[in-house]
């Protein structure tokens, strides 16, 4: 699903955000990324995500190469995944419902579809009652739930999603998990990443973690197969 | 499975919500405005020219010295007459003449006391003209003196005169559009600067930059009409309250009604090619500087 090899980053002269960092993801699984702020999860989460490029090492999505790749090919891979970002990325202009069916209109998706999709998910984050409303309306709370709607409404292959409990009480980070899992269980390759080491070790998840910008599983009964 | 779908391009990206919006078709308006005055005086200046080309080039006016006899003047006629490729020639009366050289001489001149040369008004066959040359000699041995002036040399200024008129009026008609490329251009990146955390959503979330720039282009494409439309409906009403194109270039205004009026289908075709010009403009420089944008993005 997902591979890393060898991948680091740096900006220009700056110190090395991720140093050498192999990584594997199998299709199906569902993964938690540690590390404390500024460990370099949000850069990793963004080269898997072609938002960054890495300065060196290969990335392969999807069982292929990503260097090289031109911008219609690069938007096609970006479809195949649902994203949670850190600060969410929500127009404020739109409405929740605009705002989750995003994905789908932008792969044409029929307009019965996206109102079916999009209730549905709005139901699971248990916002149906705010459809209409303008996100820049809601709580913080139900803009994460929005943003995590928004991500799984057009049941990627894999989800990445970057801090998605950080804005939410416990009680909704068990409830967005549990919606994490669920869609894990239709196929959706999930990753999670967390500063929150305690929250993660709560589930039975393979776990990652990075530090210094480097890799290690640190799962229960960790599989080095996953990390190179 | 990807796809544009016209029906959700307004939905997707919260556009026309900022200044340039408001500003752009105003500033399309007013340089389609001057681009159709432009081009409907250049067509003015075109058809002016060919109508006095046609009109000089079916007519002579043969100069007799005011003090040629009437027998000679009888005969120069005939040789008019009889010549292949005159129609007809007419000689005119002094009072004729009087008339022709009033607006120079004014009114109370009294030209019977001056020597002004007799006119004979030729008129010819546009399809077999006659051989000027054999005729000049022929008319020379009736009456040395005599002139034939077939029009050139005021042809000659008229043409140059238009020549430098259509310059004029193309080079307004360029900068024009040239600016309604370079508003469109400006809006669309102060557009992008407003917009651009919506715009960088939709590109992460894996839209190609084609649609995006499309659904953009399209809206310019919007107000680029509606700004085109604007400006060609007050050279419209400049039009109509001139009255006559014509006056513009002071040309006759046979020529200039005959050339564009309210009636004549250039006058509207203009009209209608600088609205869509401008739409087409304002939607490629919208289209090109969106796409040059989002390919700077990863």
């Known amino acids: ?228 | 499975m990807i796809g544009f779908s016209f029906a959700w391009a307004p939905r997707n990206l919260p556009l026309g919500r900022d200044a340039a919006w408001h500003f752009l078709p105003w500033v399309v308006a007013l340089m389609a405005y001057l681009a159709a005055l432009g081009a409907i005086g250049l067509i003015v200046a075109q058809a002016t020219v060919r109508a006095t080309d046609a009109s000089f080039a079916e007519t002579m006016t043969l100069q007799v010295p005011a003090d040629t006899s009437n027998a000679r003047l009888e005969t120069v006629l005939a040789v008019l007459r009889q010549t292949k490729g005159i129609a007809d020639a007419h000689l005119l009366a002094p009072a004729e003449t009087a008339r022709l050289l009033e607006p120079w001489l004014g009114p109370k001149v009294p030209l019977e006391q001056l020597p002004i040369p007799r006119l004979i008004d030729v008129r010819i066959d546009p399809a077999a003209p006659p051989d000027l040359a054999a005729l000049r000699h022929q008319l020379a041995s009736v009456v040395p003196d005599a002139r034939l002036d077939d029009h050139r040399a005021s042809l000659g200024r008229a043409r140059s005169a238009a020549g430098r008129i259509e310059i004029v009026l193309s080079a307004v008609i360029v900068v024009a559009l040239v600016l309604i490329a370079m508003s469109a251009v400006y809006a669309v990146r102060t557009g992008l600067s407003i917009q651009r955390a919506s715009i960088e959503v939709v590109h992460l979330l894996g839209a190609p930059d084609i649609d995006v720039a499309r659904q953009i282009a399209m809206r310019y494409l919007q107000l680029g009409l509606s700004g085109g439309a604007i400006g060609a409906a007050a050279a419209t009403l400049t039009v109509v309250a001139v009255g006559n194109p014509g006056a513009f270039l002071l040309v006759p205004t046979n020529a200039a009604s005959a050339a564009t009026g309210l009636a004549d289908w250039r006058f509207w075709a203009v009209l209608t090619g600088v609205a869509l010009t401008a739409g087409l403009i304002a939607m490629a420089s919208a289209a090109v500087t969106v796409l040059r944008w989002l390919a700077r993005m990863p």
């Open chain 1, 1 to 228: 699903m997902v591979s890393l090899k060898h991948v680091g980053k740096q900006y220009d002269t700056g110190a090395p955000i991720l140093s050498d960092v192999s990584l594997t993801l199998e299709a199906g699984g569902f993964y938690f990324l540690t590390g404390a702020s500024g460990a370099g999860k949000t850069t990793l989460l963004r080269i898997i995500h072609l938002g960054e490029l890495p300065s060196r090492g290969r990335l392969l999505l999807f069982g292929g190469a990503t260097a090289g790749l031109d911008a219609p090919a690069r938007a096609g891979l970006r479809r195949r995944i649902g994203v949670v970002f850190q600060d969410l990325r929500l127009i404020d202009e739109l409405s929740a419902a605009d705002n989750v069916a995003l994905p789908l209109r932008i792969a044409g998706a029929p307009e019965r579809r996206i109102r079916d999709n999009v209730a549905e998910l709005l139901a699971w984050v248990g916002l149906a009652n705010r459809s209409e409303a303008p996100v820049g309306t809601l709580s913080g709370g139900q803009r994460q739930r929005i943003a995590i709607a928004r991500a799984i409404v057009h049941r990627p292959e894999l989800l990445i999603a970057d801090e998605p409990t950080g804005n939410v009480d416990d009680d909704v980070a068990l409830l967005l998990v549990r919606v994490f899992e669920r869609i894990n269980r239709l196929g959706t390759t999930v990753l999670i990443a967390t500063h929150d080491i305690a929250f993660a070790h709560q589930f039975e998840h393979r776990r990652f973690h990075l530090e210094r910008g480097t890799l290690s599983d640190v799962s229960a009964g960790s599989d080095a197969a996953a990390i190179e």
